[in-house]
């Protein structure tokens, strides 16, 4: 009986990874008009995704302290199926809100933003 009891909890447990939206993970940014990149890790948030700054590198790939740090990057962000999402894009070298457009294929996403109709390319994010 206990052996049915600790598959069953296993088979719960395991249950969630296998529903996580492939959008989630560590996600490499492109260079900023700075120059400088950084780690955004993507999780659930309520009902949609959102995804935080963890690390920031400057223009020669060094580890370097940002005050963005902690900050929200993406957030309100949901499938529209066909592997792209929009929602929310903060952008910290301009210190700017977006409207996202994001593009997945396997991983590389591709990063878009509109706001009051000037569109921005975010270059292409690499999964880390």
């Known amino acids: 009986m206990k052996k049915w009891i600790a598959a069953a909890l296993t088979v719960i447990a395991t249950a969630g ?19 400088n990149s950084g780690l955004i890790e993507v999780v659930p948030c309520d009902d949609a995704l959102c995804g935080t700054l963890t690390t920031a590198f400057d223009s020669s790939g060094a580890e370097m302290q940002s005050p963005n740090i902690g900050r929200l990057i993406i957030w309100d962000t949901e499938a529209r199926g066909g592997g792209e999402y929009r929602g929310r894009l903060y952008s910290p070298d301009r210190d700017r809100t977006y409207n996202s457009r994001l593009m997945l294929s396997g991983d590389t ?20």
């Open 109 to 128: 996403l591709t990063v878009s933003g509109c706001v009051l109709g000037i569109c921005r390319q975010g270059g292409v994010w690499t999964r880390q």
């Open 17 to 35: 990874l296998a529903l996580a939206d492939p959008l989630e993970g560590t996600w490499r940014t492109a260079a900023d008009d700075n120059g």
